[in-house]
């Protein structure tokens, strides 16, 4: 009677894990900086009578309420669906959570990098360098037009909530843009300057949370690839 040996299986090497973030992460949101970009660009000309057409046209319109609502409030929208995401990461999906929270140190950098800019910059608000009837009251002096904070602020959570739930899109995505938008219609921003707040906000975001995100990704792989003391000590015998 003959025995048959079978070789023992070949163990294939895992498949590395596929991580947390979408790959056309960067892709979009260069692409978006570029259209932000060049909007802001060909808008700048023509801020005057962009201005004028956007507020004076809102200030005289049934849009009037919507608009100033929209434009004091309407960050309140993406901060609370953020706040939701941020919940439902912790307690379902820790590795998005990561993300997130790199994405969270990326908001708070874009706000840091617009305020620096409107210090550097000094653009005086339209609403008091254009004469015009406009929805809310002007900011007080000193208070800066370029960039838009609550654009860039917007563009920063809405690239926040797409790194850890893309399909969000349809609903982000305008809710940024309305902001900015109203940000306008309201009277207190430029078109260029709701532009660059988006674009701003969208690449420092995706830049920081990208970097943030990968360094925190090798030092948990450094820390898992070192034996423990135990083992150290009972290699040394």
Known sequence: MTTTHHAP????????????VPHLALPVALGAVLILG????????ARAALFVGAAGGTAAS?????????ADKGL???VAITAGLVLLTWFRDRPRFGLLAAAGAGTVAAYATS??????????????????????????????????NHSTIAGALAMSCLF???????VVVPLALAVAGARVAAGVHY??????????????????????HAGAQRLTRRSTSRPSPGA???RGR
């Open 38 to 45: 060049a909007l802001a660009l060909l808008a700048w000309p």
């Open 191 to 212: 078109v260029h300057d709701v532009a660059s707040g988006l674009a701003l906000g969208v690449l420092v975001t995706c830049l920081v949370a990208l970097t943030v």
């Open 115 to 148: 305020e620096a800019v409107k210090l550097l910059v000094t653009e005086e608000r339209p609403c008091r360098a254009v004469d015009v009837a406009t929805v809310l009251a002007c900011p007080a002096p000193g208070d800066w037009s370029w960039p838009s």
């Open 164 to 170: 850890v739930a893309p399909r969000l899109w349809p």
């Open 62 to 70: 049934s849009l009037a309420s919507l608009a100033g609502l929209v």
């Open 232 to 234: 150290r000590r009972t």
């Open 76 to 78: 309140m929208a993406l």
């Open 9 to 20: 299986p070949a163990h294939r090497p895992a498949a590395p894990a596929r991580g947390p």
